[in-house]
């Protein structure tokens, strides 16, 4: 089952798990890290030390409850048929349970009541937390248009989102994590500089591979959320971004030794086998849930990039 959960969510195999140090997870998170000086041969050493900024992050329970009749399951097997009902309830609780944090990661937030799916803030959700679009809105997010653009834009857009993490002391990001249709339009920019076709791929997680492109820095994988989780949004007049009123999608370029997930119990998902009959019904029950919350420690090492669509 695990298994199947990472091969659904490959960024959760990737990102740290650490355990949580309350209900909600109270965290430093690095905004500079300060300065040191030249000094003479006696001279005194100047204090300094890095900013941080007292941070939490809810530790969100995620969960669903699935089964069937008694009935339905002896019907299948007295069938002749050969596939386990319950084994198919408990898949889609899993890829229900890794949808629901995708979306919340990539693309929710919990601080802002007012927000939704269609605004930068992302969509609210009272139990959830903080996601990427939330707090990678910053003013070293950029902004490319590839529509109107010449075949470099999100490449020399994707450079600067980049140099914006090794201008801060930053390491080269440890993947770019985009929709895949906003992996198309790069795809599209590139066939006209490509002359030979061989993509480098690089295995990203299990069962997952990715392309490899070239930044600033080096190769980076770019890897793909399926499902619509990195979802498209409308800019403000007011956040810096284009002219305002742009329709885009974000594409992350992460260091992900500085985000964790903090968890409660379990690091991965758990599954709860509920005795038969205890509701006075004859059903098997199951309940599959997880208690996780999202830090992001070292706030100058990740950004974004804002692709506008068509």
């Known amino acids: 089952l695990y298994e199947l959960y990472v091969r659904e969510f490959t960024a959760f195999e990737r990102f740290v798990r650490e355990p949580a140090n309350g209900l909600t997870h109270t965290y430093n998170q690095i905004t ?15 204090d300094d030390t890095s900013v941080y900024e007292r941070k939490t992050t809810n530790v969100a329970i995620v969960a669903t409850r699935r089964g ?32 629901r944090m995708q979306k919340q990661i990539f693309s929710g937030q919990s601080s802002n009541s007012g927000g939704s799916a269609s605004t930068e803030d992302g969509e609210y959700q009272v139990n959830g937390f903080d996601g990427l679009r939330k707090i990678l809105n910053t003013v070293r997010a950029q902004n490319v248009d590839p529509i109107a653009g010449t075949p470099e834009d999100i490449k020399q857009a994707l450079d600067l989102v980049v140099a914006e993490i090794t201008q801060a002391g930053g390491p080269n990001p440890s993947i770019l994590w985009a929709n895949p249709l906003t992996k198309i339009k790069f795809d599209q920019q590139q066939d006209a500089l490509t002359r030979l076709i061989v993509p480098n791929h690089v295995d990203i997680g299990v069962g997952a591979r990715a392309q490899s492109i070239n930044v600033l820095t080096g190769e980076v994988p770019f890897g793909l959320v399926k499902g619509n989780f990195i979802s498209n949004y409308t800019t403000s007049n007011t956040d810096g971004s284009f002219s305002g009123g742009e329709n885009v999608r974000d594409i992350y370029a992460l260091d992900e030794g500085t985000i964790s997930l903090p968890y ?47």
Do not use: C
């Open 68 to 99: 069937l009749s008694l009935k339905s399951q002896y019907a299948v097997a007295a069938g002749g048929m050969s596939y386990n009902p319950m084994d198919l309830e408990l898949q889609g609780g899993l890829r229900a349970i890794s949808a």
């Open 264 to 310: 409660l119990g379990s690091e991965g998902p758990t599954v709860l086998d509920i005795p038969i009959g205890i509701s006075g019904q004859l059903t098997h029950l199951f309940i599959i849930f997880g208690m996780w919350g999202l830090a992001v420690k070292a706030l100058p090492f990740s950004n974004k990039l804002r692709v506008k669509t068509a």
């Open 32 to 46: 500079s890290f300060g300065e040191a000086q030249f000094m003479s041969e006696l001279g005194t050493v100047v």
